[in-house]
């Protein structure tokens, strides 16, 4: 895909974005040998939403209730719903760090039927799938949930999900560019 709105240029960032692109450079360097995600200087265009919308994810990935695999899982199967081949990309790197393993990546593109998976990830991948369809979760998809998860990690699935659908939107409209390191996204088979 073409980048649409491309990455703000260094020269009109405002002081606040600079500090804080800046800040996540040793931090980037240091988990994948590279800067920051491409996506976060396109949002960097605007710079009230910046620091908000990373203050947000931050919560998401360092004190979520969610095990991070959990997390990651519906990453991924949210990435593909939405064909976003950014956020797939990514997200396969720390699906790996969180203990997905190599071959559930394909598994993922199966969907939830898939017979290698456990009730607990089947149950994930549903979630990502009737939230995708339908901006709902089915009652027995939700009372079978219930029974796994606590309050506070089906909340936070909500909110995983739809912070993943939310960046798959913007990377898939503005074009952000996967960096070439990154993998491809498989077909989604379901």
Sequence with gaps: MKSRLGAASPDHWSEPVREILDGL????????????????????????????????????????????????????????????????????EYGLAAGIEPKELSAIANGPEEPSWSRRDRLLLRACDELHAHQQISDQTYDALSAELSEAEIVELTFVIGNYTMLSMVANATGVPLEERLPAMPEKST
Excluded: K
């Design 25 to 92: 450079q040793p931090a980037a360097d240091a988990a994948t040998g590279q800067g920051p995600p491409n996506i976060l200087y396109t949002i960097a265009h605007h710079p009230a939403l910046l620091p908000s919308f990373l203050g947000f994810a931050a919560t998401l990935a360092m004190r979520g209730v969610l095990e991070r695999r959990d997390s990651e899982l519906l990453a991924l199967r949210t990435s593909l719903n939405c064909r976003s081949a950014f956020e797939w990309g990514h997200h396969v």
